[in-house]
DNA sequence: AGGTGATGTTACCGGTCGGTAACATCGTCA
DNA sequence: TGACGATGTTACCGACCGGTAACATCACCT
């Protein structure tokens, strides 16, 4: 029998092509993290070669440029999703968003915030990585004052920037602190508190 | 003149080279990330030759605990000085190390918790640096544990996975949110209020 | 049918990684 | 003085990194 016999080759577009790279990266990079994930880690997962790789991307910097993109259009899915179940309440839609928050990050396959762990891998400020980042926070921080204004808090700025700590806070904890410490299950007791105390005149 | 001049050969006994490899280790593990930093750049920073460094260490993993025994060592002498100022105060103590990390986390040169760096470096839960991470988190808890309870909270457990929530998110935020948003500004009043919470009856 | 452009495959580039062998050179002590 | 052990220096190993050239093979359109 033939030992060698290769696999057949498997032609794919230029744009299935693009879009499995992209869902491989995506994995690998937030599994792993994206400096210790390979080109050739990532074509192998998507099953591709790896000329398909730089010929729908110009290099590892813009498929990480995309995968960036990608978190983020996530993430404020996820804030659309708990946001939205209380549209005419602020302080309950933040609430949601920390219960739900808790709730993900419970999950044993979550590997904390991709964008904490873009701003540890990276150790230069000035990246453009590190840069997407600030910009993501920044954004966050001021949906935050947002809905702390909307809820009626008597200093939105810093019941924002309180609440932004804990989100960071459960990013964090998710990876340091062992499971069974369940750090996590005090998020939305604490932030709940954070926001109550905010009320009070 | 003769522009190929070696440098001198200079010579320090295996105790000095051994502690000047770890300052470099210490350094560059902590600015870099140990993943990004290799042996060749721990011994130029530290000015010994490569074979210094296998004479004295088996490898850049025992470097690399070593390292994390430092970082631990110095991370209770924080916690030590903190608490120190109020032995009769628990919840002194408590809002004193809040205030000194803030101040810590500030500075430009801070790089975050080397402990949450290396539990995102590391993908695995069950590598051996992220073990110790656990560990160090695990004590942490118990001493804020202890803490809440002498400061006489309703719930000292609770108030300890706050404030410990609080901390995480400190560290990950130093390095996720642009300095200008000064979001640190924010940590002492909010442990400050978590704390008198859960005072309250 | 023939050609043309997109795709797949292989082999390779220079650089860096952690780690080591071999040898030169020094200080020290008998 | 001579020998021995500790240290310094150089060169190298195999593995992996991001990236590319050259060529084989396919689909599709005229």
Redesign the pocket.
Known sequence: MNTTA??????????T?AARILDAAETLFYREGS???????VVKEAG????????QF????E?LRRYLQRRDDRFWGYVDASLELHPHDAAAALRQFFADLAERAGNPAYRGCPFVNIAVEYPEREHFARVFVADNKRQLLQKLTELATRAGARDPAALAKGLALLIEGAYAASQTYAPETELLSALPATADLLIAAAMLS
Request: overall charge positive.
């Open positions: 290769k696999p057949p080759r498997t032609i794919v577009d230029a744009d092509a400096r210790n994930v390979g080109v050739d880690a591709v070669n790896k000329m398909s790789l730089y010929r110009s290099s590892k910097d498929l």
